[in-house]
Structure formats: structure tokens, C-alpha cells
């Protein structure tokens, strides 16, 4: 079965550092993979997702991630961390048919 | 309009009670998902619907009724909940069936009593 690792439950960084989130899958083939944003009691909003081709993703608000098979990891990274990042992120892979399967999620928390 | 609309955003409601969760989109999606999102946990599937017609039920308990009346109405109808049934729920949609690109609602934060 298709599961989603995201080590970290808790995050702090400092303003203007630089972010990277961890996510590990665990799938049959080449997944599908995805980062959302959820701010807290709001939905769920997509950063950027993976489905194949160039392994360094793009997405909004800055944020990259990179898909390495070797490692089935997709970790996402931020060059310079805003406060307004402070959210929770998942990591996410589709599983067959339309099922969307999330890791447990990391809380960023930005100090000024 | 980019929106999937959830209403109401807040219900408390007794285990004894009737009540009835809206989603509403208008970009002509075809497909319309709820999920549940139990405090500090990921959002778990729950249903799908394609076409307006259900697709997936995850062994939901039979106290969760969903309706889909047309393609841009998802409807959860809440009867006889349970306590643990206190959970964020959110709906989502896509524009054909597929979890490439969802788009997601604010949710309705569900109190049972």
C-alpha cells in the first residue's frame, strides 16, 4: 500500500533562513507526489506536485521541491523563509483511482 | 469564480441531531470529494463522486449520507454522530476524476455533543 513518511512533526526557523521539509513514499511505481499548505481551520492549498519529467519542481509562494527516486524522497525547500509561511505542509502521493494519501504533516513555526 | 464554498463554516450539533454539510462549486468540475480531518491528523478520504454519481466510499459509517444533487452541489447529511465524529470536513473538487488538481474548501469545523 502507498504510505507518505514526513519525519519532522514540528519545524522552527528563523525568518529569512532557508527551509527544507522532509518526505519519504513509499509506492509500486513513479507517484504521483504533491506539497499542500493548510493554515489553521482553513483547507488545504497545493504548493506543487511531481508527476514526472524534470525532478526539481517549481511551485507558488517561492518553493521548490526536488523527486529523487533513489531515496523516494520529495523534500521541499524555501530559500528564504517568510512568517507568513507559518503553516502546516503536506506531503502527499495519488494513489490508485482518486485517493490522495498524506503524511502526518509538519508544522513550520518562523521566529523573527 | 475559483472557489469551492463550504457551509457552514462552524456547526455544534447533539448526538440525537439531523444536520446537513453544503459544498458548492462553480467551475465546472466533474468531480467532488469529502474528506475528514481529525484534530493535529492528515485529511483521510471519504468519498468520491464522479460524474455525479459515488465512485469511492471508504467504509464510511452509515451515519454519513452524501449527495451529490447536480455537479456543483456536494452535499453530507449528518445523523445520529458520535463525539469522535469532531472533525474539520472538508470538501474538495477536480475537473475531471483525478487528484491532479484539486481544489479545496475552507471546511466546516463539525462539534458533536
Known amino acids: 500500500a502507498q504510505s507518505v513518511t514526513q519525519p519532522d512533526i514540528h519545524i522552527t526557523v528563523s525568518e529569512g533562513a532557508s527551509l527544507e521539509l522532509r518526505c519519504n513514499y513509499s509506492?509500486?511505481?513513479?507517484?504521483?507526489l504533491f506539497w499542500y499548505v493548510q493554515s489553521p481551520g482553513q483547507g488545504l492549498q497545493l504548493l506543487l506536485k511531481?508527476?514526472?519529467?524534470?525532478?526539481l519542481v517549481q511551485g507558488i509562494k517561492g518553493f521548490e521541491a526536488e523527486f529523487k527516486r533513489s531515496q523516494s524522497s520529495f523534500n521541499l525547500r524555501k530559500p528564504s523563509v517568510h512568517w507568513s509561511d507559518a503553516a502546516e505542509y503536506f506531503c502527499?502521493?495519488?494513489?490508485?483511482?482518486?485517493?490522495?494519501?498524506f503524511g502526518a504533516g509538519t508544522i513550520l513555526r518562523v521566529k523573527s | 469564480d475559483t472557489e469551492v464554498t463550504q457551509t457552514p463554516k462552524h456547526l455544534v450539533m447533539g448526538m440525537t441531531n439531523k444536520k446537513s454539510l453544503k459544498c458548492e462549486q462553480h467551475?465546472?468540475?466533474?468531480?467532488m470529494y469529502w474528506y475528514k480531518q481529525k484534530a493535529k491528523k492528515p485529511p483521510e478520504l471519504m468519498f468520491v463522486?464522479?460524474?455525479?454519481?459515488?465512485?469511492i466510499n471508504e467504509s464510511v459509517p452509515s451515519r454519513f449520507s452524501p449527495e451529490c444533487p447536480n455537479s456543483s452541489l456536494l452535499n453530507l447529511h449528518l445523523h445520529a454522530l458520535q463525539p469522535e465524529d469532531s472533525a474539520l470536513y472538508l470538501c474538495?473538487?477536480?475537473?475531471?476524476?483525478?487528484?491532479?488538481?484539486?481544489?479545496f474548501g475552507s471546511g466546516t469545523q463539525l462539534s458533536v455533543l
Open positions: 474538495a473538487s477536480s475537473p475531471l476524476p483525478g487528484v491532479e488538481k484539486l481544489f
Open positions: 509506492y509500486g511505481a513513479t507517484p504521483y
Open positions: 511531481y508527476f514526472s519529467g524534470d525532478t
Open positions: 502527499a502521493v495519488a494513489a490508485y483511482g482518486n485517493k490522495l494519501v
Open positions: 467551475m465546472g468540475h466533474r468531480a
Open positions: 463522486y464522479s460524474y455525479e454519481k459515488l465512485s
